[in-house]
């Protein structure tokens, strides 16, 4: 525990005038004063205290009385001067003390003052350290912030880089739609134009045919027979007629099926009697097939793809309807 420089001070004072009047007191005692010779009836005279032993045994032999201090005309003075001297002494040593004191203090207000400088210094590195530390944190953000903008702006320069080339890959598939529908609509149009050209081939076929088939029905006008009851066998047509004419055109009508059949070797041999109508036109308004179906079938589509036959003799109504007796043969 410190103790206050005063108060060790004043303790300090304390002890040495303690020690000052101890020293007064013994000086006393051990030297008393000189007695008065004749002017009292003062007697100095020492007490002996009696002497101490067993009761019982013999008696201890009394010690001589000292012998009287004859003291000094000049004790009285030293004494005094050791006093003094003594009272300097301790003086200066009560001085020594406080200036000693005094020197502690001021060491300790110094070393007070060094650790209120060190503190102070102290405080301040702490202070520039956390400066430091707040500019280095200030720096680090700035620092990521300078990253994230950069970011950013990456960010941003392929988002538009993306957007453009997605624009321009719109732009080509738009190029390239545009490309497709020309090429179809050039498709389309020559498509068109050839299906144009196929339709008129195809009409100026049909209209040769039409005109053949005329011309050929009219070069068989007079050839055309038909009996009422008339033979399937020989492919008579059924009509009212009768003579080699009529059946003349059974045969033709025969003959224009027989070129537009279609059969294979699974038809072979199976008869199948066809019968149909045809009018002034030589179109076919009526028809039907009895016997195989497949044949039959077979049969009603050459008749299909003859589609106009000669027209039938005027002389002869009852020729517009046929029925003919066909067998596939291969």
Known sequence: MKINMKVAFILAVILHLIILG???????LSKPSKPNMGQGDIMHATFVPPAKGNPNGKAAAPKPAPAPVVEEPDTKQEQLKKQ???KKELEKRIEEQKIQEQKIQKQQEEAKKLALKKAEEKKKLEEKKKLEEQKKKLEAEKKKLEEEKKKLEEKKKLEEKKKLEEKKKLEEKKKAEEAKKKAEAEAKKKAEEAAKKKAEAEAK???QAEAKAK????SLEDDI????DGDEVNGQGLGSGGGGGEAGYGDKVRGLIEQNWRIDPSMNGKKVVVTIKIGSNGIVSDE???GDEKVCKSALDAIRLVGMF???P???PECSNIKISMTPKL
């Open 84 to 86: 003094q001297e003594a």
């Open 314 to 316: 005027a002389t002869c």
């Open 215 to 218: 011309a050929e029905a009219d």
């Open 22 to 28: 101890v020293l007064l007191v013994r000086v006393s």
């Open 310 to 312: 000669p027209a039938p």
């Open 225 to 228: 027979l038909g009996t009422a």
């Open 205 to 207: 076929a049909k209209a």
């Open 288 to 290: 039907s097939c009895q």
